[in-house]
């Protein structure tokens, strides 16, 4: 597994923690990150994404459910649900590429979610792909 991968596999895991037991506090967060992840650049990565999500979480849901039809937050599963924040977050907040993300959410999906999952997940990310990213990533892949 790519160490970045198992980094947002230990945040999906964090996510999924905090969202079914919202008095879990950051810093049991970061005390299981450490123990998950013994490399300190790791536990940065996946910290970052981790408050980010958190800090970011209503505007991410609003953003989900606005392109989720007839979905909302409450009636997903808990591992789609932040497998789809998780996803969103490093879309619209960061400048991993579009499909780097999507493919390590679909990888999320499958590995903790049920047989809907990936496809349910995939197709509300793709539908939040600033269209930046999309526009940058068919420039670079005319320019190879």
Known sequence: M????????VVLQMLFQVDLNPDVGAQAVAGMMKERLQDPE??????VLFSGVQEYRA???EKITSVAENWK????AATDRNCLRL???ELLQTGTPHRV????ALDLARKFGN???APFVNGILDKLVPEEKRTASSESSMEN
């Open 2 to 9: 790519a160490r970045r991968s198992l980094a947002r596999e």
């Open 42 to 47: 790791l536990r940065e990565f996946a910290w």
């Open 59 to 61: 505007l991410l849901d």
């Open 73 to 76: 937050m409450s009636r997903m």
């Open 87 to 89: 996803g969103a977050f």
């Open 101 to 104: 993300v999507i493919d390590e």
């Open 115 to 117: 047989e809907n999952s």
